[in-house]
Each structure stands twice: as C-alpha cells, then as structure tokens.
C-alpha cells in the first residue's frame, strides 16, 4: 500500500501549469469542510504515503503526506510515544498531510505546543512544479528561512507537501481527569489561579456547568495533584477527550453555526447567553451562534483575538478571519512565489489566494 | 573620489535623518561609530555610513521610508552579542540600534504573557515576571546582554530548550514594520492568528524581513523542583550512548549538555566546580517540575547513566552544589577562550545518534589542522560547539580555523543535520548554506525575501548566499577537493 507517487504528482501539477488546470487537493476528505469553497480538479494526495523513518531514541519521524494518521499513531503507540499536539482527525482517513496543512491541534495543544511547534521539516511540491526541502530532522536549525513551518496551517495554498519530519514525544505513564461543577465564569477564575502553578495539567475544558482538568505524568505525581485538586475523578476519561477532540461531544450537533475564538485565554466571557465551550485553558473557544459574523468577529478582536466560522457556516460569510491590509498583501506576494498561477486550493484560506 | 562621494552620501543622509530624530541619535563620527563595528563575531569589522538610535516605533518606521526612497541598506542591531556577523553594519548601509527600546510594557499575570520592547534583555523578562512566578523559557547563555529582537531575529535557544523549545515556541505575537514601513502585528496573547504562519517565518529571519518593534512572550509558572545530576565518561561514545538512552527512555530533561575532556579541565581550572578532570566526558542533566516527580525521574537518570556506563554519577545535594555543577558550564566558552589567545565557536546540529562519529571526525580534524578543539555542547537536542583553538597573531591562522570549522559544518550537513542550530548564518556561514541547499531552494529564499522586501534593502548580503556566489563557492570547493561529498547538492 505504502507507496512513492511524488514523480506522478510533480508531472500532475506541471500538465496542469500547462493547462491553466485550478487543482482541489484531497487526503481522505476529512477535513473538506473547513475553510471556503474551492474549484478545481480533484487531485487526490492519498496514495503518497508510508512512514520513511521512525527512530524513538531520535524522537522523529519522517512519512510521506498521504500516510493516515490512524497508522501513524499507531507506530508511534507501539513504542510509547505521541504526536504530543493531539491532533482532530475529524474522519476515519485522515492523513498526516491534511493535519499539518490545516494545523489544528487537540485538547493538549497549550501545553504541548502546536503542529507547526513540532514540524521539523517538509519536503514540498510548489505550484511551480518545484520539489524543495526545507527543515531537517534535528531539533534546531536555522539556517534559512523557516519554510516548513510557513505550510502548516496554509490549507496546502502554497505547495503539497510530500514528506514531513515532526518530532514526536513520549507518552506520559499516568492520566487522570478530575471533574469540578462550576459555571463559565468560576471555571476561567481557577483556570487562571492553576495557570501561574506548576502543574502536570494537559486538558482544560468547560462545558455543561463541568469543569474538566486532564492530568498526565507520572503516577505518584498525577495522583498527589489530584487530590489536590477535588472534584471528582472522570470514568471513561479518553472518550470525553476525544469526543471533545473529534467533536463528536453533544455540544458540536445540532444547526446552530459552529465558531472558534481563538483568544488570550484569561478573555472575560461574552455577555450573550449562547452555548459555549471552553477548551485550551479558556484560548480556543467554541461558541454556537446566529449572531451576524461581523458582530462575531469584531467582538473576538476586541478581546485581542480571532475567529474562524467553523462549521454550519452561513452563506457569503468567509471561514477565516479578515487580514489587515498590509497583511493581506503580504500573503498576496507569498502566494505568487510559491503559487503563482493560483493552481493550489485557489480559495480556500482566502479570496485570492 | 569615491571616497567623497562617501562622504557627501553621509552628509545627506544625516541632514535628513536629522529631521526625523535628535541630532545626538544620529551618528557620523568614526569614534562614534566605531562600538558598532561588530557583533560577537569580531573577526568579521565594519564601519556604517550612519548609525541611528530611535526611541518611537513612528520613527523607526520615517527612517525606514526614507531608507526605501534612497535605497539605503538598513542593519538592524540589538545587542551585538550574535555570533554569525548578522548584526555587521553595512559600510553604505544605516546601523539601526534598538537598544532605546528597553521597555517591558506589560507582565499581563493572568494571561500568563510579557509584551516587550525588542530592546529588552532576555534576562530582564524573567526578573519581571518572578514576583508572579513566572519566568521566560528560552535562555541564551549570553542572557543578560542580548535582546528579545535579536532573539527572535535569530530564534535562539539556550540550556532548557530541550524541554522549553527555541524562540520560536515561546513568542505569540510581534509587531514588525517592513522595509517599506507597513507597521504589521502577527499573533497576540492568543495561541495563533489567521492566516499564513508568517510569525514562524520571522523567526530565525536574521533581520532580512522586517525590523522587529514589540514582543509578547508566553511566560510559564517556575518549576518548583530543581535537580542536577553530573556523570563521568572514560569515553565520549559512553557519554553519547548515555544521552540516547535517557532519551530513549521517555525522559525530557530539562538541559542535557556534554562538556569533553579539554573544556571540562578549562571550566574545572577556572571556576574549582569540582569536576573529575580525568573523564573523557561529563553529562549534566536538569530535572524539573513537581517534586514527586523530580524524585522519580533523578532516580531512573541515575540508574540509567550507570547502565550506560558512568565512572562515577553525583546527585546535587542542595542548590549550592546544584549551582557549582553548572558553573563550569556556564563559564565553559570564556574558561576555554583562557586556554588560547582567540577561539572560534561553531554551531551545527546533527542527529543525536551521529555524536560519537562526529566528535571523532572533528578530532581527526583537530590534528590535520593542528588547532585543538573544545567540545562543549546541548547533547539533548545534539547541538554542537566545538570551539576552535587558535592564535590571530599567527599568520594564515584565522583561514586556517575557518576552513577547518567549515569542514566542521559540512559534516553535519553530510549526516543529515544543519550548519546552524541556533547562532544563525549571517555573515559567517553564508558559504556552506551552499552545501545545505540547493540552487532551487536558494531562489525560493530570495523571492520569499523580495516578499517581505522587493528592494533588498534590509540587511543584504547576510544569511542567503546568491547563487553566483554558491557557484564560486562550489568550484573552489571541488577543486580543492575538500567537500567531502561534491556530489551531494544537500541532506
Ligand atoms: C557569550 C555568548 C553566549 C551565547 N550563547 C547563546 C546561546 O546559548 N544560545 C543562542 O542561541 N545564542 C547564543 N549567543 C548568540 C547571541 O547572543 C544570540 O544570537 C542573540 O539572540 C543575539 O541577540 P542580540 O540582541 O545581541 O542581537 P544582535 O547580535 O544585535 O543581532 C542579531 C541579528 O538580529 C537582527 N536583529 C536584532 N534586533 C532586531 C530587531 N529588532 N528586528 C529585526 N532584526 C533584529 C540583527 O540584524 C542581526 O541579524 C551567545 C553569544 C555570546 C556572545
């Protein structure tokens, strides 16, 4: 199954230069529904896939984009280590490439780092018809500009990764989740009071009037912090987590449009009684609203941060937050030089890029 | 002739620069300009036409427009402790000092963040934020001199990076002009922004981007345990072999660094930390967090260093001892440079398991040149400085510990590392990032710059070689037969 298709790819993306061919690119699908539409051919990246490299003492691994991330974690399982950023796979085949491209990250994301935190390096194959490597597979290096981490998060706009080398963690030896009742605004006021203590924590949620703190590390230590903590300890702790991560928990059905706030954690909360979920220590917030975008996003600047219309968004209303203009102008200027033709998820970050 | 056209350029240009800042910030006079010959790379000199010393981010962003107009280079300076000549002024080129911008605009506890001006020391950040207990991660050994800007600029790391993360993990946010002075803010106290990481990409940018006007850092709560173990090795490949199977073990220490034999004994002469200066080797190794859990992981580390063959393991007994182990680290590059008149201190990253390999080719190398080497080194994320011994009085001896740390630099290309984990390319290293990359990659590099700046004012000449100069660079190379693999374009 493992296979190499990056010399098919290459001469896929220069017939479709030569034809002027805008390109849809696809892992499994998973994540389709994310960010704005886009036209083009389907170019499926699926089947380039296989783990290159995998050593536990170097902490790194190297795997071709189309590599599902079920397989992935699974390697990496067998010897006791992680992606530590707890990646949403958000559908059965979800590939490494799709989660780097679009760069969300779980539940332990504020404490572990991001994806773009543990991308080592990407092999990528530009809208030029260019196979370029950036990065390594050392923990540092600066030489040159920083490539690699510019095509997290970039919804493939600039260039289909090929290859990716992340550092990968071990896996603590403990969890457990302790669950404290206490409204929206009490849950934010302990969250800050942990937040300045040296704590084992790796989740922190609110929802439904439940304060949920995930404990990972060592057993005697996760099991002093608990105590310490009250509350009460969570069965089946891993299928909330997921549920939360995967968005499967109750609190993500239903019609309602579906936005993240992306926000310096400690934000006061919004005045208007909708639904919300606090996640990532109070930073990323996911809040179900009718409200007009505009008033939505103005009200997340204001609190010095963002917001992304993430699911059941409404029409004519863009997924991702506006960019200043000098901004914008400079992702223009980026998109011509490792896209100039446009050929790559024409669209979906933004309008023209 | 030229030399009045020179002169006649300053005179210009500090007329117009004058009416943007005080007189007294803008400077002409050799004397004057003479502290801002260099970095911490001394061997590379250089006098800028002018040097300027704004205090308002309106003035920096006048002063880069009216660079733009007249298509002057621009060098942006912190604090002069970089080691790769990024911050060596251009000789037609305005020296752009953030040294004025030394102010910490907000400890926000709550949010657990600093907001700084790029002028700030390192140190500075984590004095301010102690009264909340709370400290910046990223600690440069050269801490309490150099800043925020040239941290982000260089995206340093320092001894706890191996947990911690470099620069890079530890900014949220920056505000930036561009050369053609577009003031710009790039994430915020959030954990991430809309749009293209550019943050990412200024980091490790070396000034060639944009000028860096303001910094929010994430602070993170102090560890409330602190432990120290020091290991001896009859052998390096022990000490090497130690380093893997900690990692190995699912251990993150929080510093993992090798010091051999010769900087051990400089360090143990200079400070008295009580090291055993017959080993080979030592390890230190940092365990922090809570205390149960600092309590187990000293007990696996030790067994662990025993099994992979330590002479001898110390556990620190308290914080005094605890200091003493780290003072010959910390003093380690000045204790070295007493052993020899000048020393040259190199910065490649390999793959933790090529150590061995590497510090033996390194050695072989030492004797081909005849100039010792000092290993002192982040062995947790396989960071190397070898510090070259040598003698600048001596004729043909500052080529010959260049070439010879070039070569260094080529083998870490050759086993799949970098020519720079964290002291950046600059000036310095601008040859072998020929090795590293490949001419295709180099024009992405310099289009990505005509991104952030179509004229190639900000800081020219430094961190991406010109494909004409790879070219040269290459012939010389091959001909001399020295690059050990020619035909390797890169890793
Ligand atoms: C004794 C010693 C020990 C050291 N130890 C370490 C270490 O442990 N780890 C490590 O990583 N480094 C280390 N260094 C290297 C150096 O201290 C770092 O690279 C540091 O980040 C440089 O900061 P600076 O303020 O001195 O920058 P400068 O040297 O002034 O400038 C460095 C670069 O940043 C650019 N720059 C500066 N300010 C700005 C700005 N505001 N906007 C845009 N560009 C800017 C400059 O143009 C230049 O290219 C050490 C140096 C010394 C002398």
């Known amino acids: 199954m493992d296979a190499d298709q990056r010399d098919a790819l290459q001469a896929r993306v220069r017939e479709a230069m030569e034809a002027h061919t805008p390109l849809c690119l696809t892992g499994s699908g998973s994540k389709a529904f994310l960010g704005n539409p886009v036209r083009g051919e389907p170019l499926s990246l699926a089947g380039h896939r296989g783990i290159l490299s995998y050593e536990p003492t170097e902490l790194v691994v190297t795997a071709r984009a189309g590599t599902p991330l079920a397989e992935l974690e699974a390697v990496l399982a067998a010897e006791g280590q992680h992606l530590p950023f707890e990646p949403p796979r958000f559908g059965p085949g979800a590939t490494l490439g799709g989660t780097v491209a679009s ?117 005697a230590t996760v099991a002093e912090t608990a105590r ?71 009200g997340a600047e204001a609190l010095g941060g963002h917001a992304t219309a993430f699911r059941q968004r409404p029409q004519d209303v863009d997924a991702f937050h506006p960019l200043p203009m000098a901004a914008r102008q400079l992702h223009l200027r980026l998109k011509e030089v490792f896209d100039p033709q446009g050929l790559f998820n024409y669209g979906c970050l933004y309008p023209d890029l | 002739m030229t030399q009045s056209l020179h002169e006649r350029n300053r005179a210009a240009l500090a007329r117009a620069l004058r009416r943007i800042l005080p007189s007294e910030a803008v400077l002409t006079e050799k004397e004057d300009l003479r502290p801002f010959e260099c970095d911490g790379l001394s061997a590379y000199r250089a006098l800028p036409l002018i040097a300027v010393l ?36 251009h000789r037609e080129g305005v020296l752009l000092s953030l040294a004025r911008f030394n102010r910490i605009l907000e400890i926000d506890a709550a949010n657990r963040t600093a907001t700084v001006q790029p002028g700030v020391t390192n140190l500075a950040v984590s004095e301010a934020a102690a ?23 260089e995206n340093s790391g320092g001894v706890h990076c191996l947990k911690y993360g470099l620069t890079v993990h530890n900014v949220l946010g920056i505000e930036m002009l561009t050369m053609e002075g577009e003031r710009l803010r790039l994430g915020g106290q959030a954990l991430d922004g809309p749009g293209y990481d550019l943050l990412a990409v200024m980091h490790g940018s070396e000034g060639l981007l944009g000028i860096v006007t303001e910094v929010t850092l994430r602070l993170l709560p102090r560890p409330p345990t602190i432990q120290v173990l020091l290991a001896a090795f009859d052998s390096i490949p022990a000490a090497g072999e130690a380093v893997a199977r900690i990692i190995g073990a699912g251990i993150v ?130 960071n190397l400085h070898p510090l070259i011994l040598y003698d600048a009085n001596r004729p043909g001896e500052l080529r010959k510990a260049e070439e010879f740390g070039g070569r260094i630099l080529e083998i870490c290309v050759e086993v799949g590392g970098t020519i720079t984990g964290e002291h950046g390319v600059g000036r310095e290293k601008i040859d072998q990032m020929c090795v590293q990359f490949d001419a295709d990659e180099l024009r992405y590099f310099h289009a990505l710059k005509k991104a952030f700046d ?38």
């Not at chain 1, 994301?109 to 092999?123: A, E, I, N």
């Not at chain 2, 100069?469 to 010389?476: D, V």
């Open chain 1, 103 to 219: 760069g969300l990250c779980g539940p332990r994301r504020p404490w572990s780092g991001s994806v773009r935190d543990h991308v080592l390096g990407v092999t990528v194959l530009t809208g030029k018809g260019d196979i370029l490597h950036f990065g390594g597979e050392v923990m540092k290096n600066v030489a040159g500009y920083d490539v690699a981490r510019l095509m997290c998060g970039a919804f493939g706009t600039l260039g289909i990764l090929l290859d990716i080398s992340l550092k990968v963690l071990p896996r603590a030896e403990a969890s457990e989740t302790r669950v404290l009742e206490c409204a929206a605004d009490a849950a934010l006021d302990t969250l800050r009071r942990l937040g300045g203590e040296s704590l084992p924590l790796t989740g922190a949620a609110h929802v439904d009037g439940c304060l949920y703190l995930r404990l990972e590390g060592s057993e």
């Open chain 1, 228 to 298: 310490r903590l009250g509350g009460e300890t969570l069965d089946e702790a891993d299928s909330f987590w997921t549920a939360l991560r995967e968005q499967t928990h109750p609190f993500f059905a239903g019609e309602a449009p579906l936005w993240r706030l992306s926000l310096p954690p400690a934000a006061p909360l919004p005045v208007h009684d909708e639904p919300l979920l606090l996640d990532w220590g109070g930073a990323q917030r996911w809040l179900r609203s009718f409200r007009p975008a505009d008033a939505i996003r103005a």
């Open chain 2, 54 to 89: 704004p205090e308002t981010v309106e003035q920096v962003q006048a002063i880069l427009e009216l660079c733009q107009v007249n298509e002057v280079p621009v060098v942006a300076r912190g604090a002069g402790t970089g080691l790769s000549g990024g911050a060596l002024p």
């Open chain 2, 131 to 153: 009264v909340h207990g709370l400290f910046y991660a990223p600690d440069p050994s050269s801490q309490i001199a150099c800043t925020l800007g040239g941290n982000v600029a």
């Open chain 2, 253 to 382: 220490p929080a510093g993992l660094e090798l010091m051999d034999n010769p900087s051990l004994r400089a360090a143990e002469d200079y400070v008295h930390a009580g090291y055993p200066t017959e080993a080979a080797a030592i390890l230190l190794c940092e365990l922090d967090g809570c205390e149960a859990e600092v309590a187990a992981q000293t007990e696996r580390v030790r067994a662990l260093l025993q099994a992979a063959g330590a002479s001898e393991v110390r556990v620190a007994r308290d914080d005094e001892e605890r200091a003493r182990f780290w003072a010959g680290r910390k003093a380690a590059f000045p204790a070295v440079g007493r052993l020899a008149p000048d020393y040259y201190c190199m910065d490649g990253t390999i793959p933790r398991k090529r150590l061995a390999e590497v510090l033996e080719r390194i050695a072989a190398l030492s004797e081909e040149y005849g100039l010792p080497v000092a290993n002192v080194f982040h062995a947790g994320d396989g």
């Open chain 2, 454 to 491: 179509p004229d190639g004012l900000l800081n020219p000449g430094k961190a991406i070689p010109t494909l004409h100069r790879c070219a040269e660079f290459g012939a010389m190379h091959v001909h001399r037969g020295r690059l050990p693999h020619p035909e390797l374009e890169r890793f």
